[in-house]
């Protein structure tokens, strides 16, 4: 193999490895569209400032039945809330990277019974992310869902 082709096979190399190191290692590896554990929403995890942030984007069903209108937040404790559509509600808020690949200090909203929990994002490998949802500030009182990225 001539000296140009090898320089040229090394630098792809590395640019491919550096790729994908990017994509799945490092602050912003969390960004991007993930499908819930029950394959229903897709939640956009994008990073405003120094922190985190997750919005409803796709609903598998996005009205509700009984009305034939998009879903809105019902369950929400605050009574001015319940009106406002599910679809680009922010449901995570202020995750922050503590190294490792883990997002914490976070919150995240359940539409389902209205409640904020703590949150900790744990990035298990490049399609896929553990959100765990906890009371109290206690990991160990929680539950963690795994999320796959979408493509």
């Not at 019902?74 to 449901?91: F, G, H, Y």
């Not at 399609?127 to 906890?134: A, E, K, P, Q, W």
Request: charged share 25%; net charge positive.
């Amino acid at each position: 193999m001539n000296p140009f082709r090898l320089t040229l096979l090394l630098l792809l190399t590395c640019f491919s490895v550096a790729s994908f190191a990017h994509q799945s290692d490092g602050p912003d590896a969390i960004e991007g569209k993930w499908l819930s554990s029950k394959k229903r929403n897709q939640v956009q995890i994008y990073k405003q400032g120094n922190k985190y942030f997750g919005k409803l984007v796709w609903m598998l069903e996005p009205n509700d039945p009984a009305t034939n209108k998009p879903k809105v937040d019902k369950e929400n404790p605050n009574e001015k809330l319940r009106n406002r559509p599910l679809m680009n509600l922010v449901l995570v808020t202020n995750l922050v990277y503590k190294g490792n690949n883990i997002w914490g200090d976070g919150e995240i909203y359940n539409p389902e019974d209205g409640k904020t929990y703590n949150c900790e994002v744990t990035i298990k490998d490049a399609n896929s992310i553990d959100l765990r949802g906890y009371v109290m500030g206690l990991s160990f009182l929680g539950k963690s869902k795994t999320w796959t990225r979408v493509k």
